[in-house]
Structure formats: C-alpha cells, structure tokens
C-alpha cells in the first residue's frame, strides 16, 4: 500500500509537457515512401537491367561461346525478344523504365518538401525547403539507374548514328 500511495503522489507530481498545436506539424516530417522498402524494390528493379548488361559484355568480351551458358542464354532470350513484332518493347522497359521507376520511388523516399505560409513562426515571408535525408542504399541505388539508364541511352545514340 505504501508503494502505491508514494506512486501515486509521484505521478500527481510530474509535469506535463505543453504542446503547442501551431508547431507540431513542422515538426514532423514524412517520407512519402519508406526508404527501406524503397531499396529493397529498387534492386529488385536494378538487378534485371545490371544483369542483362553483364550478359551483353560477357558475351562480347569472353570469348567463350558455350551454348548452355547463362550469358549466352540471356544474350540470345533478348535478342530473339527484339526480333518479335509484339513483343521488341520489352528491352527498352527493362534498361529504362525500370532504372526510371527505381530513381522515383528512392527519390521519394529520401526527399522530403516543407512548405510554410508566412505566418508569426516563420516571419512575413513564406518558406519553401526541401531536405535530403542521406540514405546510402537509396543513393546508390540512384545513381547505379542513372548510370544504367545513361550507359542505354548512350548505346541506342552511338548505335543509331549514320555516317553519311
């Protein structure tokens, strides 16, 4: 009984803290996207193209041409893909819109954006600001797209120029 009495005359005691309403929400800041969730989909959508770009250079720059190698495999599943009427969309989807997809959602997960009207917390003029929470697998994940998305569209230029 004694113990009880003391927390109760504890509890009596404590001080609560105030909470302005005004402030609280710039306070929190969300992410639109969870940064975890977003890495791990971003290398599910990393690791197709990365994969189909070493199989290109395997089998360029190996000279071994086995039939039942996986770089051959891919290489001549991608090929025969391009040289289908319905079906030649499919490797521009994988070495760009996947990489592009993959910048969006880290994207949104590590950049948060504040805007503030003007008010007596902020002054009289209004402020924007946008912050960049550093998240080093959704950056490299960012700039591993970029390179891949990059390196296609570089190869598509190259490819399609005509010297005449």
């Known amino acids: 009984m004694k113990d009880q009495d003391e927390f109760l005359k504890q509890m009596e005691n404590l001080?609560?803290?105030?909470?302005?309403?005004?402030?609280?929400?710039?306070?929190?800041?969300?992410?639109?996207?969870?940064?975890?969730?977003?890495?791990?989909?971003?290398?599910?959508?990393?690791?197709v193209p990365c994969y189909f770009l070493l199989c290109v250079f395997m089998y360029y720059f190996s000279h071994i041409r086995v039939g039942s190698s996986w770089f051959v495999a891919m290489f001549t599943l991608m090929s025969s893909l391009d040289k289908t009427p319905y079906i030649d969309f499919l490797g521009p989807i994988i070495m760009v819109v996947l990489p592009i997809i993959c910048i969006i959602i880290n994207s949104l997960a590590i950049i948060h954006v504040d805007f503030q009207k003007a008010g007596p917390q902020t002054g009289k003029v209004p402020e924007f600001s946008i912050t960049i929470k550093i998240k080093i697998w959704n950056i490299l994940l960012i700039l591993l797209s970029l390179a891949i998305v990059g390196i296609f569209i570089g190869y598509v230029m190259t490819e399609n120029i005509s010297v005449g």
């Not at 005004?22 to 639109?32: D, F, G, L, Y």
Request: hydrophobic share 50%; proline share 9%.
């Open 15 to 47: 001080k609560v803290p105030e909470v302005n309403p005004n402030e609280h929400p710039r306070m929190v800041k969300m992410a639109i996207m969870n940064a975890g969730r977003s890495a791990a989909l971003g290398v599910w959508l990393v690791v």
